[in-house]
């Protein structure tokens, strides 16, 4: 009985605790029971939050029992990336320079799922400060991909991803600034969202690259996706690039039909560079659509293969401010044997921070330098620019923009962590949808012959995610086979 | 040779603000250590910046009080180095578009008109305070003033001397204080004023190399440590040595300067623009909003009110030397009072009782209509310009009508021919010596009998009256 609660989704529990087929506490304990059993093997948690979530789960039942609607989350077990900020537990990037960090305040977005009735479970791992493809960055633990334990799930949100995909939670937080929501929900078999640059507030998140992370739930079904973003979204007085936009019920987009789509099709992400299988099953995924009315057209992302060059130097040039306050100074980790203030810097930073972590703030230093910047940080900017028009004049002739999600399927450990260009090489397909700022989804389209899931992302225009839920809810509808659960699920 | 100074102002002020530049908390200087902070000015992990808009205004007001272009689109950058007084370890700040550029400013020295160049204000944020006090390895940190407004006005290298420096300081301040953006208190660092100096020999174009004075607290300091400067720089100059830019700073006590910093370990502050901040979008309406919103300026104000009440340029210009005495005057004048009598009380007696009080004049008890009815007494002959002396601290103290205190105290003029008549005659009986004398011949006698007069009426008497009957009785017997 408890394998199967913790089996379904969202929407399917949100009914299921309305009409008292359980209860808001019988879940929460499943739950728990379901980390506890299988955590040790995927190692998606940091902490789990047993007292506070069951306490909640009291109140949502209370609630309940006495009429009240406690939200639309009302009960879902919640899974949160260790980059937001709560006041409940810690908070430490999984980072040893932010280890034990309690935070004074929580994340909007946090905040909005607690209003909501989100029962939350825990912390997930994550690659260290965000800074990763692997989760193998983490200075904490290494996550397990849960179709196969040899193999990584994917990152920066690999504990997410990974915790959906191990039925460790229902829902899963992440952020995605270069891919980080959509390459380890591709790597896993879930669903996973990067909403448009600013319609979720990143108040509490600890910024990587403020221009480009955006916060979004990884989840079961397109469906619980949307339920997750009607909750998540909105302008926030306190995160002045958040959009000051009305937001749709994302809900009302399902279940439509897709006569009057046009799917484009950019023929530089279609290149030598992707493998057979993995074209075979994004051409297969075209297919359901097209078979559900969507009209597909080839359209042009010139500019494409700059992302990567782009992407790391304008996230790293961030990455190096926004990291500077790690330092020593006023919470984390402080070198004990710093005898001067420039002594506690160093030494607090190099100890702090992982070698990762520390080749990202040495580049984004270098790009900014006086006589690199123009040749670096502004050239990046304009070729940015370009980017961002690649996709508006894209969009003038297709609704929505289909391409893999990553080139293959999920690796195993070590497999890439020499490398670091080769570990950049996985978000090829993932940086341009940050750099232009708008929405993109990944949505599993089958096993490859690895047995492990594949990811088909869908690109939509600013805004535009209720196009974006339509159209993933179409194929997820009509694909004509059942993801079935990871192994270790 | 002979050498010239060249000057240019870098001035900090913070902008009196509610609420802090980029959050919530209180701007406030007196108040206990860390007790305005939050996540966002402390820099905790994932807080964001949003711009006070108050902040924007009155910054743009001094842009357009000091002639500038107010950018249509501006933007907010990052500057990045390390010091434990900066939660973020960067300092947002404005790089190559700054909010206001390109103004002017004029000014009096010596009663000539000065003109100089502003290249740009910009706004920023405040630091901590870095507290060394704590004892031996020990440093605290109050992050109260981190993330106050700050607004950084940089000027052309215009100014060519100690006195004109110190001038043009005193009027921006004047300035700044009729706009009511900052209280300009330098003890409390609210104005800070930092010289670039160079020197070059007069006739010659380029400019020479510059120091730049940092820890300056006044203005008397800006101009002695210029004098110190010119005076360093020519001599080295003279020695056939060569100047390095650097940064140096002032040792107010010994009257020096020392060096701090040169150009070559100068930091590399990586500006780059700010991705947590929108652009500062300032259209016309918005400046024409602010525009309209300006008081009248020192300069200005000072012009009309010599002209519209005929005062002597000095007069105009210690009234109008702030707003408030300006304003207090303006309705002094307008409850009736003359001009030029309500300029002699106000810049007198009443500046003179408001120094004692360590007060301002804009909370005193007495109001400038109770000046103007103060003055309207002795102007219609109820009582004397004495009596009024003696009244006014009254009036200050209690804040009671000028009228009420004079009949309260029985102070009311004696102006009655028959009633002083009779109290002179008795005078003349008392001291008949002095009647002598005068009849006599010697004039100032008679001083020594209005005098009797007036402290037998206890300076209630018409002077002018007195001065009447005795000439009238002298000349009688």
Known sequence: MSQEIIQKTAHELHDDLRSGATTATALAEAQLAHIDGHDDKVKAYLETWNDEALAQAAAIDDALSKGND??????????????????TGTTGCSSQILKGFESPYTATAVQKLYDAGGVMMGKLNMDEFAMGSSTENSSMQ?????????????????????????????ISIGSDTGGSIRQPAAFCGCVGLKPTYGRVSRYGLIAFASSLDQIGPLTKDVEDSAWALNVLSGKDPHDATSADLPVPDYREALGKDINDITIGLPKEYFTDSLGDDMRQKIETAVDVLKAQGAKVVEVELPHTNHGIAVYYILATAEASANLARFDGVRYGFRHPDAKDVKEMYTMTKSEGFGPEVQRRIMLGTYVLSSGYYDAYYKKAQKVRALIRRDFDQAFEKCDIIATPTTPASAFE????????????LNDIYTTTANLAGVPAISLPCGLTEQQLPAGLQLIGKPFAEADLFRVSHAYEQNRGFDMGHAPIA | MEYEVVIGMEIHVEIDTKSKVFCGCKNEFHAPANSHVCPVCLGMPGALPVMNREMVNKSV???????????????????????????????????????????????????EINKIGITRAHLEEDTARNDHTQGIGESGIDFNRCGVSLLEIVTEPDLRSAEQTYAFLNHLKQT?????????????????????????????????????VKNVASFSGVQKAIEYEFKRQVKALKKGETLIQETRGWDADQGITVPQRTKESAH?????????????????????????????????????????????DYDAGVLTASREMADYFEACVAAGAPAKLATNWITGDLQALISDAKADITNIKITPEQLAAMIGLIEDGTISGKIAKDILPDMFESGKEPKVIVEENGLVQISDLSELEGIIREILTQHP???????????????????????ATKGKANPKVVNQILDQLLNEE
Not at chain 2, 65 to 90: G, H, T, V
Request: charged share 25%; net charge negative.
């Open chain 2, 268 to 312: 590399d502050y990586r500006y780059f623009p700010e991705p947590d901040l929108i652009p500062i979008a300032v259209d016309e309406a918005w400046e024409q909003e602010i525009r309209e919103s300006l008081p009248e300026l020192p300069l200005a104000r000072k012009h009309r009110t010599t002209e519209q009440y005929s005062l002597s």
């Open chain 1, 413 to 424: 450990f070590g497999a890439k962590s020499q490398d670091p260009l080769e570990m950049y």
């Open chain 2, 176 to 212: 700044l204080l009729y706009l009511g953006v900052s209280d300009c208190n330098m003890e409390e660092g609210s104005l800070r004023a930092e010289p670039n100096i160079s020197v070059r020999p007069v006739g010659q174009k380029e400019f020479g190399i510059k120091s730049e």
């Open chain 1, 142 to 170: 290494k996550t397990a991909n849960p179709w196969n334990l040899n193999c990584v799930p994917g990152g920066s949100s690999g504990g997410s991803a990974a915790s959906v995909a191990a039925n460790e939670a229902v």
């Open chain 2, 433 to 455: 010596g002095p009647v002598e004398d005068f009849r006599s011949g010697k004039m100032q006698a008679k001083g020594f009998l209005v005098g009797q007069s007036m402290k």
């Open chain 2, 61 to 111: 007001a001094v842009g357009l009080a000091l002639n500038c272009e107010i950018s249509r689109w501006s933007k907010m950058d990052r500057k990045n180095y390390f010091y434990p007084d900066q939660s973020k370890n960067y300092q947002i700040s404005q790089f190559d578009l700054p909010l206001c550029h390109d103004g002017s400013c004029e000014f009096e020295v010596n009663g």
């Open chain 1, 70 to 87: 406690p939200g639309l989350l009302a009960g879902i077990p919640i899974g949160l990336k260790d980059n937001l900020v709560t006041t």
